[in-house]
């Protein structure tokens, strides 16, 4: 989009049965509108480091209806761009008597999608699903696409950001490829989100998303000893503040329905703002990352939705985190207090989205639990410091690595599963992310809720195969039952339940897909193929997909697992009522 005010975007985001919320970047300070169905919404932009947002908040529309819109910036129409191949950006709004349909995935780099990007980063899955969408083919559409951390790679830098580092310091000084400062992760963001197809994705799909270490930098508060390593050095402060402040304003601030932002006090300072000159918010919005960083209980960035008999937790297992040695937890008093109160039965589908896999396989989990006892002095001091930098240089960071908060939160699960917090729900499926490799797991369980484990990643940034084959090894090889024996010997009580692979692992780069539908959670993962060459329209091919159904829909309780595609949803763009048109005209 050559000389567009639009620098990125527009983004649709929180999406509800009557309102939707659009997201863009803008050139420079405007008035930013979008119009659909005959009305007309509009925001003005606020500036952070120069850089210049807006957050359209549509509302007063029709549940269950599909409507195409248009963004305008000071007035002149911005998008679509008149040149484009892809079809009209629409609100889909939730239609209330419709089951669920969430794509979702992790770890995503930003490289081209030529055939040199592809050769070392494998074909961007979410690309794939956008040229789908767009082709008009069978396809189910989501509602909503969830991000389940790494969407960017702040310390695992691209020649294209390298080039942009380069410009502006010298890159051999700290933190050398690394990013340093707000601005560097604006433009981190555009390599993200600019690519043509995926940007039609995310103007049309609705998003919702959370962190990762990678968003920050790799093993982000993995320990006390890593965070105070971190701050020991010249340039960590900025680059943590940076971190946060550009996640709250790229990521975080889309996820709130509009309620929520009306008690966000960040959004309250935009809300509220009626000078003349465009609001800055960078003092403000660095101050907020500074305290949120330091002071992790004085910001929430979990959130909770519910769509119709299904209910959506999405976990923040990094920001939150106790790392006193002494009371280790994965989740501080306050975050643990807010899932216990999310996590209720009279659902017929629990999910909790959490970055980390809260139930990696067994024997991995038996490693962890193993290298955290290790490292808190389970075998001794000496043996402690090791322990550390294990933990540290193979990521045994994961749940089973916060014993207490992998227990707790574990009796939660059972409670919610045997019916003791309301009527237990069909399923409890925890969406996962982060490990490079994707897989199902299942508890072993023989009433009252399945427990099911499904992971999706990466969406694109492949394990190499050498680091696959010893992931296979370590997952599940003889790491069970020796992982098993080294947990006892360091005192590490057995988990509170056993599970056991369903499916998988595949390392593909892939995408997953959830329906909820009358038989139970349909799930299936897609990836990109390139076919004669053309690296730049990959087809979209099923990698695995399987039902998971209620106890009392299967003889002897068993977990349906089928190796067919899901059956093929109607296209929610195509097979809903139209939207109303005669809506009178709007502007706020």
């Known amino acids: ?53 807006a957050l359209v908040e549509v509302n007063g529309l029709e549940p269950g209806t599909v409507t195409a819109y248009e963004l305008d910036v000071d007035g002149i129409q911005a998008w679509p761009d008149a040149s484009s191949e892809f079809p009209p950006s629409k609100i889909a709004t939730l239609d209330p008597a419709r089951p669920l349909r969430l794509a979702y995935g992790s770890c995503r780099t930003s490289v081209p999608h030529d055939e040199s990007g592809n050769r070392s980063h494998g074909v961007d899955s979410l690309r794939a699903y956008a040229l789908a969408m767009a082709s008009g083919r069978d396809l189910p559409w989501p509602d909503l696409v969830a991000f389940l951390g790494d969407q960017v790679y702040a310390d695992a830098t691209s020649e294209q950001m390298q080039e942009f580092i380069r410009a502006r310091r010298d890159i051999e000084a700290p933190p050398g490829e690394e990013l340093k400062d707000f601005e560097e992760y604006a433009h981190l963001y555009y390599l993200a989100w600019s690519d043509p197809a995926n940007r039609w994705l995310l103007s049309t799909l609705p998003s919702a998303m959370i962190f990762d270490d990678h968003d920050i930098r790799d093993d982000w508060n993995t320990s006390l000893s890593w965070k105070k390593e971190m701050e020991a050095t010249s340039w960590w402060h900025e680059r943590i503040v940076a971190g946060l402040a550009s996640y709250w304003l790229y990521q975080h601030l889309g996820n709130l329905s509009p309620q929520e932002r009306a008690e966000d006090a960040i959004w309250q300072k935009v809300a509220g703002y009626s000078g003349d000159a465009e609001l800055d918010l960078s003092t403000t919005l660095d101050r907020f990352a500074e305290r949120a960083d330091s002071d992790p209980v004085s910001y929430r960035w979990s959130y909770c939705r519910d769509f119709g008999d299904t209910r959506l937790v999405v976990v923040d297992s990094r920001a939150a985190r106790e790392l006193d040695p002494d009371n280790r937890a994965l989740l501080d008093e306050e975050e643990l207090a807010w899932l216990d109160g999310k996590m209720r039965g009279g659902f017929d589908h629990l999910l909790v989205a959490t970055s980390l896999p809260f139930l990696l396989p067994m024997g991995l989990h038996h490693v962890e639990s193993w290298s955290e006892a290790l490292a808190q002095g389970g075998w001794g001091k000496r043996a402690a410091r090791v322990g550390e930098k294990m933990r540290q240089a193979a990521d045994l960071e994961h749940w089973g690595a916060f014993q207490n908060s992998f227990r707790t939160v574990a009796a939660i699960v059972s409670e919610v599963a045997d019916g003791k917090r309301g009527p237990a729900p069909a399923t409890i499926a925890f969406l996962s992310g982060d490990v490079h490799f994707s897989y199902v797991s299942e508890v072993k369980r023989s009433s009252g809720s399945r427990v099911v484990q499904a992971v999706c990643s990466p969406i694109r940034n492949p394990l190499p195969r050498l680091t696959r084959f010893f992931t296979a090894i370590m997952s599940y090889g003889l790491a069970a039952p020796v992982g098993a024996l080294v947990a006892r010997s360091a005192r590490v009580p057995d988990p509170p339940f056993r599970w056991s692979g369903m499916k998988g692992p595949w390392f593909d780069n892939n995408l997953a897909h959830l329906e909820v539908t009358p038989e139970g959670l349909k799930l299936s993962w897609r ?46 763009h195509h097979g809903r009522r139209p939207a109303r048109v005669d809506r009178p005209s709007q502007t706020h």
């Open 1 to 53: 989009m050559t000389n567009s005010p639009l620098v990125l975007g527009p983004l649709m985001r929180y999406v509800d049965e009557t309102s939707a919320s659009v997201w863009v970047e803008t050139r420079d300070a405007a008035r930013v509108s979008v119009r659909a169905g005959g009305g007309r919404w509009a925001a003005r932009t606020f500036q952070v480091h120069g850089h210049h947002y």
């Open 527 to 572: 990836k990109g193929v390139v076919e004669d060459g053309d690296h730049l329209h990959p087809r979209l091919e099923e990698v695995a997909s399987l039902t998971v159904t209620a106890f009392d829909q299967r003889p002897g309780g068993r977990l349906k697992a089928g190796g067919n595609s899901p059956a093929p949803g109607r296209n929610r």
